[in-house]
Antibody
Framework: EVQLVESGGGLVQPGGSLRLSCAASGFTFSSYWMSWVRQAPGKGLEWVAN????????YYVDSVKGRFTISRDNAKNSLYLQMNSLRAEDTAVYYC??????????WGQGTLVTVSS | QSALTQPASVSGSPGQSITISCTGT?????????VSWYQQHPGKAPKLMIY???NRPSGVSNRFSGSKSGNTASLTISGLQAEDEADYYCSSYTSSSTPWVFGTGTKVTVL
């Protein structure tokens, strides 16, 4: 069974940093593109970033370029999102998702990030 | 890259069919057959319902179907059931600087 478990969310002040983790199990992690998708409270979904199987390609939504970094450790079956210079508008539930072809086939339950003073 | 446009809400009675539209441009929906649809119940993670415009993942009811015409994709739910009440989002690959975009979301209400 595919499982994705996010962790690392919490309350952080504007300008601060946070590192999210996603532990994957139940599939060959190194064989799939992985993504982060976020959802602000009461709002819709927003794709944030994704990373190729070997980490050689990474893509970001314009609003986080230069502030967020996606990475992975295939030996640990883990996906990460380093978030720096956080803003109030980054407040959201962050989901880890496994890509299946050109869609996100499996999702974790999400971790809440709150940026507030 | 702007979000794809969906109606804010759609409703129907049990047993009826409803259709949710997802309108983009030739740079996303119209340019690629990489449209997917997600169902999200309150407080839950999204679930993939349709991929590559019209394909259903294993385990998804055949009451859900997808199609595309020009720059508009559609999700049809036939034989509407109470459990179908949820938010639905479309998504597409895009040739813009942000390679993926979601729709604005549609709340489906079963009357």
């Amino acid at each position: 069974e595919v499982q994705l478990v996010e962790s690392g969310g919490g309350l952080v002040q504007p300008g601060g940093s946070l590192r999210l983790s996603c532990a994957a199990s139940g599939f060959t992690f190194s064989s799939y593109w992985m993504s982060w998708v976020r959802q602000a409270p009461g709002k819709g979904l927003e794709w944030v970033a994704n990373i190729k199987q070997d980490g050689s390609e990474k893509y970001y939504v314009d609003s986080v370029k230069g502030r967020f970094t996606i990475s992975r450790d295939n030996a640990k079956n883990s996906l990460y999102l380093q978030m720096n210079s956080l803003r109030a508008e980054d407040t959201a539930v962050y989901y880890c998702a496994r890509s299946s072809g050109w869609s996100q086939g499996y999702w974790g339950q999400g971790t809440l990030v709150t940026v507030s003073s | 890259q702007s979000a794809l446009t969906q109606p804010a809400s759609v409703s129907g009675s049990p047993g009826q069919s409803i259709t949710i539209s997802c309108t983009g441009t030739s740079s996303d929906v119209g340019g690629y057959n990489y449209v997917s649809w997600y169902q999200q119940h309150p407080g839950k993670a999204p679930k993939l319902m349709i991929y590559d415009v019209s394909n259903r993942p294993s385990g998804v009811s055949n009451r859900f179907s997808g199609s595309k015409s020009g720059n508009t994709a559609s999700l049809t739910i036939s034989g509407l059931q109470a459990e179908d009440e949820a938010d639905y989002y479309c998504s597409s690959y895009t040739s813009s600087s942000t390679p993926w975009v979601f729709g604005t979301g549609t709340k489906v209400t079963v009357l």
